[in-house]
C-alpha cells in the first residue's frame, strides 16, 4: 500500500475529511480502515481548537500542515487529528475506524486513540517520517458519503462538515 503524500493533505479540511474515508491507517502494527472524520477550520469555526487565535495549545495547527494533532478530550482522552492546508490553522478529526476482517469497530475519538495507544507523544509527529503513524491508500474509491453536523460540540453545530461511509 502507498503512503499519502503530502499534497493530500495541502487542501481544506472539509475536503481532507471526506478523502481520509477508507483509507487506512496504521499505528504501530494496527492497520484499520477510517470510516469517520471531521473537519476543522481554524479562524472561521468557532469550534476549532484554533479559534478565534494562536495560542501556546493550538500553535501546532498555526505552524505545519501533515502532522498529528494530539489533545484532550475533558481532560482525560485524547483526539486524533491531521493538520491540513499549508496556509490556515486547519485540522481533520478521525471519529472511527473498523478493522474489515472481524467488523470490529471503535467510533468514538477517545476509544480509538486508547485501542491505537496513542497520547501526546503523537502531538507534531510528522506523517511523512513517522515510524509511528501511516496513513495509506487502498486505492478503493467511494461514493455515498453521509455528511452530517459535527456532534458532541456547543460551537458551529450548522457545520456539515462530519462524514460517515458505513459499508
Known sequence: MKKLNKNFFKKDSVEVAQNLLWKIIQVWDKAWIIFEAEAYKGHCDEASHAYPKQTPRNTLMYKTFWVVYV???YGMHYGLNFTSDEQKPWAVLIRGVKD????????WPWKLTKFF?????FNGEDLEQSDKIVICDNKINI????????????KATDKKWRFIYEV
Do not use: A, P
Not at 474489515?100 to 467510533?107: A, F, G, S
Not at 455515498?144 to 453536523?149: D, F, G, P, R
Open 117 to 121: 495507544g496513542i497520547d501526546k507523544s
Open 143 to 154: 461514493d455515498n458519503i453521509q455528511k452530517t453536523s459535527r456532534i458532541w460540540i456547543k
Open 100 to 107: 474489515l476482517k472481524t467488523w470490529k469497530i471503535y467510533d
Open 71 to 73: 489533545y484532550l478530550i
